[in-house]
């Protein structure tokens, strides 16, 4: 009977012995690296001060690259016509007031006549449409090849 008991708290016992055994060299590594990083903490903090006066920090409103406002006119005209916009008003005149000041931006690149600022309702609609036709034709490429219209 004693056999019995010991060899079935053996079979209990011996996945957590493995587990322990495994697990231990883990728990080493983690405390060497705990304490080496408590040793580096003058270093860091000294670095943290020193930073800004080496580096100062990038301006907030760097202007994008041509390529950058493609890439969100693209972006933008998506979200006009699927996701999120579709359920609500509020998002979708911001991601319309969005895709304008991008396509102003655009045609500031590129020096085409927009009058986007002056506008509202449908005339600022018909704007939009001719400016879209502008810098299409300037070499702007503002709808992905999955989302073309078909002709």
């Not at 004693?2 to 957590?16: I, N, S, T, Y």
């Not at 969100?72 to 979200?79: A, F, I, M, P």
């Not at 509020?90 to 002056?118: F, K, M, N, P």
Request: aromatic share 4%.
């Amino acid at each position: 009977m004693v056999v019995l008991v010991a060899a079935l708290m053996a079979l209990l016992c011996l996945p957590c012995a493995v587990a322990m055994v495994v697990c231990s060299g883990d728990l080493a590594v983690r405390r060497a690296w705990r304490n080496r990083g408590r040793a580096d903490l003058p270093a860091f903090r000294r670095l943290d001060r020193e930073m800004p006066a080496s580096n100062p920090p990038a301006p907030a409103h760097a202007t994008p690259t041509i390529e950058q406002v493609a890439a969100e006119l693209r972006r933008l005209d998506r979200q006009r016509h699927t996701g999120p916009t579709a359920g609500s008003d509020a998002w979708l005149a911001a991601v319309i007031r969005a895709y304008d000041e991008r396509l102003q931006l655009a045609c500031q690149y590129l020096t085409v006549t927009q009058h986007l600022s002056g506008l509202d309702g449908i005339d600022r609609d018909i704007e939009r449409v001719r400016v879209e036709g502008e810098l299409q034709a300037a070499g702007l490429e503002l709808r992905s090849v999955a989302h073309r219209p078909p002709h």
